[in-house]
């Protein structure tokens, strides 16, 4: 690497490292519960003899990652610290190939803009701070994309193999980028070459094999009836579907995300009225984003529960990158430095929204949700002190496990999924969706509060009865 790409990239590999070692004590949150932590210690625990997981943490991926995890947990230890440890190889891989990606589209003047928004992105950098395979995803994506436009096709199929594996998710990512390539020759009036298609071979009879082989051990591909997230795959009414429409559109504007498309927007429409330099560049990062958004949205409005922001990471990064070549087409001379400062601020401010009550937040998209690890222990300090039996506290996902997979100890816990009419006690926060606004004003009306914390927009309490 030339020393002036050294420079330009190190404050920004210096941002993910800071990342890391602001989070070594953070616990598992959300999904990476299950899909870090349990995958994990499934591993460490029962051997390597099965790939095939229990049913109760079991989400018909292949477990490349809780595999992963569960070897360096082999060699360093269980615990919290060498869990992000493991993550900074990929945090500033993820960098790396966004750098590469942004350098070729985006001049020298405006690569920062390009990485600050990067390294401003919330979903990016609360993702970054948890242990799971979501991150992952994005560093295969970009790598898989660098390696497409250098035509490394070797590296590329590897790579994509590596992104099938990764999850489900994943698997659709690479036929996104089958698609992408396709369109891409098509729109040259380029003959369809037979390589096209041979370098997705690999992946492909990857992915197939998997799910072939857990669908003949299990008899299940994604949920089966009883699992604890068959709820997410239920089939959506076209209310439903319009519902999860204008769902899809919030993710991809919140959090601050609304300003970068402002940006991107404002700016496309003065570069091409202006000026037609540089659609090239602009045809390949819009067509990308369209055609992985394609292969995405299905899932994403047909079903009940799949319309986490995290999903859309490779769309966002794309939006960002879209939006600062849209400016630098656009040539704001002395605006430039203003806009773009007014829109990193907008995006910073992401990281701090909390949503009013009853208002089911992606608080694994946002940074807003850490001060809820403090404030979790302070409550079961409390717990513990006043002798309250775990088994007798109500509460919800991501609590219901206590600190067993999230902290990896056996502080508290398990405690039970709540029922309002049958608990003694409920443990209730803002974090936990599952509340809905009805039972939150049942608890305030009806439940003695007592005790209960709370900073930065973001509460736990525990009510008795």
Request: some cysteine.
């Amino acid at each position: 690497m030339k020393k002036a790409a050294i420079l330009t990239l190190g404050p920004y590999l210096a941002v993910f490292t800071l990342l890391t070692v602001f989070s070594l004590h953070m616990p598992f949150f959300w999904d990476s519960i299950q899909l870090g932590s349990r995958q994990a210690g499934f591993f460490l625990n029962a051997g390597y003899h099965s790939l095939i997981l229990p049913n109760e943490i079991d989400s018909g991926h292949f477990p490349l990652f809780g595999l992963y995890l569960s070897i360096i947990w082999n060699f360093f230890g269980e615990n919290i610290p060498v869990s992000h440890i493991a993550l900074l190889p990929i945090l500033l891989g993820l960098c790396f190939q966004y750098y590469k990606l942004a350098i070729k589209f985006i001049k020298p003047g405006y690569i920062h803009f390009a990485m600050l928004l990067l390294v401003a992105d919330p979903v990016v950098l609360s993702q970054s701070t948890m242990v799971g395979p979501d991150i992952v995803l994005l560093f295969l994506f970009l790598a898989s994309v660098n390696l497409l436009l250098e035509n490394r096709k070797w590296l590329y199929a590897i790579t994509i193999g590596f992104l099938a594996l990764i999850s489900m998710r994943g698997m659709m990512t690479v036929f996104g980028l089958f698609l992408f390539e396709i369109l891409v020759s098509l729109v040259k009036k380029e003959r369809l070459r037979i390589g096209i298609i041979t370098k997705y071979i690999p992946a492909g009879l990857l992915s197939l094999s998997w799910l072939m082989y857990h669908y003949k051990e299990t008899g299940w591909i994604g949920y089966y009836p009883g699992s604890t997230w068959a709820a997410c795959f239920v089939r959506v009414p076209p209310m439903g579907v319009l519902k999860n429409i204008v769902i899809l559109f919030w993710r991809l504007l919140d959090f601050g995300r609304v300003f970068v498309w402002l940006l991107g927007l404002i700016c496309f429409i003065k570069a091409f009225r202006n000026s037609k330099e540089g659609e090239k560049g602009s045809l390949t990062l819009v067509t990308l984003f369209i055609v992985i958004l394609a292969v995405y949205i299905p899932s994403f409005i047909l079903y009940a529960g799949l319309g986490a922001h995290r999903y859309l990471m490779p769309c966002m990064v794309l939006v960002g990158l879209g939006s600062v070549y849209f400016m630098q087409m656009a040539n704001p001379g002395k605006l430039k430095n203003i806009s773009f400062i007014l829109v990193f601020i907008g995006l910073v401010s992401g990281n701090f929204w909390v949503y009013p009550g009853g208002v089911s937040e992606g608080w694994d998209a946002t940074l807003a949700h850490v001060p809820y690890f403090e404030l979790r222990k302070q409550m079961i300090t409390y717990i513990n002190e006043n002798h309250i039996d775990p088994k007798t506290v109500g509460t919800a996902f991501p609590n219901i496990d206590g600190t067993r997979y999230s902290d990896l100890n056996s502080t508290i816990g398990p405690f039970k999924h709540y029922d309002l009419s049958k608990d003694k006690y409920i443990f209730q926060s803002n974090i936990f969706n599952d509340f809905h606004t009805q039972q939150i004003d049942s608890l305030k009306q009806y439940w003695t509060l007592k005790q209960e914390y709370r900073r930065c927009g973001i509460y736990v309490r525990l009510y008795s009865h």
